[in-house]
């Protein structure tokens, strides 16, 4: 069963326009949440993260909002830039498990259109 | 300072093969996790080992199976490699205390398993 789940397998958005990403999770147990980005040939890099305890995260154009009753997140980028696209993966991290055993949902390809 | 390196890059192998895949941590990691990506699917965690010792596993079965070296550089280790074995194979270090989750990973090995 898929534990994080990014309904979304792709995404266009114009350059300048915000871009929205969203993430879904069903385990009650994950305590952090992060975004990571994939360009094509090289691995993730982490973005940015939220704690379960807080509702939101900003790191300059890049805010994460985490609604714990819904179990959704979501990753805002304002403005988008051609150089966001790539792929973006949302994770979560089980307070249970090792520390850095994380959850990836299968990504959300953002293509940023000048 | 030296990011995660990890090889080959890329290498093809046949069903009932064995493989080893090699990492090299960023300095000053203390923790290196492996992860298996499949086409179309988000990262899967392997294993990750703290220290030389397994503390963490995933749901993969024992013929996947690693090292830490006490330079903190890792191995994975496949045997008898089906079909499914073929993925992107990413490793990441990370440090103890430092944000829970952030990983640095490698650009990862590319198996093709025919």
């Known amino acids: 069963d898929q534990q994080v789940k990014q309904n979304s397998p792709s995404l266009s958005v114009q350059e300048g326009r915000i871009s929205i990403l969203n993430c879904d999770y069903t385990?009650?147990?994950?305590?952090?949440f992060l975004w990571y980005k994939k360009y094509p040939a090289e691995g993730p890099t982490f973005l940015i993260s939220?704690?379960?305890?807080?509702d939101k995260n900003e790191d300059g154009r890049f805010t994460v909002f985490l609604n714990k009753s819904a179990k959704h997140l979501s990753l805002h980028i304002v403005p988008s830039q051609p150089g966001d696209s790539a792929v973006y993966f949302c994770?979560?991290?089980?307070?249970?498990?090792?520390?850095?055993?994380?959850?990836f949902g299968k990504g959300t390809k953002l293509s940023v259109i000048p | 300072e030296t990011g995660v390196t990890q090889s080959p890059t890329h290498l093809i192998k046949t069903r009932g093969q064995q493989v080893t895949l090699r990492c090299s941590s960023q300095?000053?990691?203390?923790?290196v996790s492996w992860y298996q990506q499949a086409l179309g699917q988000g990262p899967q965690f392997i294993f990750q080992?703290?220290?030389?010792?397994?503390?963490g596993r995933g749901n993969f079965p024992p013929r996947f199976s690693g090292l830490q070296f006490p330079n903190y550089s890792s191995e994975l280790n496949v045997n008898a490699l089906e079909l499914d074995d073929s993925a992107l194979y990413l490793c990441?270090?990370?440090?103890?205390?430092?944000?829970?989750?952030?990983?640095?990973f490698g650009e990862g090995s590319r198996l093709t398993v025919l």
């Open positions: 990441a270090s990370s440090r103890l205390g430092e944000t829970p989750g952030e990983l640095f």
């Open positions: 939220i704690s379960s305890i807080k």
């Open positions: 300095s000053g990691h203390n923790t």
């Open positions: 385990n009650s147990m994950f305590d952090y």
């Open positions: 080992y703290y220290r030389e010792e397994e503390n």
């Open positions: 994770a979560a991290r089980n307070s249970g498990a090792g520390s850095y055993q994380l959850t």
